[in-house]
């Protein structure tokens, strides 16, 4: 019975403490009061120099230079990855690599590691790998290799 007794005085004073639900009054504010409204333009457009436009980049895959290469892969890079083509292609021909001629050499980003030489029925990392199209000379006939720029050198002709 006591317990019923102070669960009746708690339900009272909870009811007592609530009250009544308040009264909400609409407000309507007059011309003076009303908030004023600040129209900022925004520019729209990117600047012109901030982003390369359309065809700038090559279609990936396609071995082509990109504008950022030569300063993103360094020359002394290029001369070492060229000079290993050439020592490459004088061991195929079994001829000194003073008898081949480096043509010239481009910088490179290839769209992942196959240099863009893949093999049949083989998986490459999907990584843009830096890299150069090496061209070689020997005996009036050209020859190409690609490279990263480490210590891999492939001729696509072969595979």
Known sequence: MRKLIVIVVMLAALLTACGRAPTVE???PTAAEAPTVIVV???????ASAYPGPGAYP???SGQATPEATSAINEATMRAMGELARQKLAEELAISADQ??????D???????SLGCPQPDTMYPQVITPGYRVSLAHDGKVYTYHTDTTQMVVRCDQR
């Open 26 to 28: 609409r407000v309507t």
């Open 41 to 47: 333009e925004m520019p729209t457009a990117t600047p």
């Open 59 to 61: 279609e990936p895959g």
């Open 100 to 105: 081949i001629i480096i043509v010239g050499a």
């Open 107 to 113: 910088p490179v980003y290839w769209s992942d590691a």
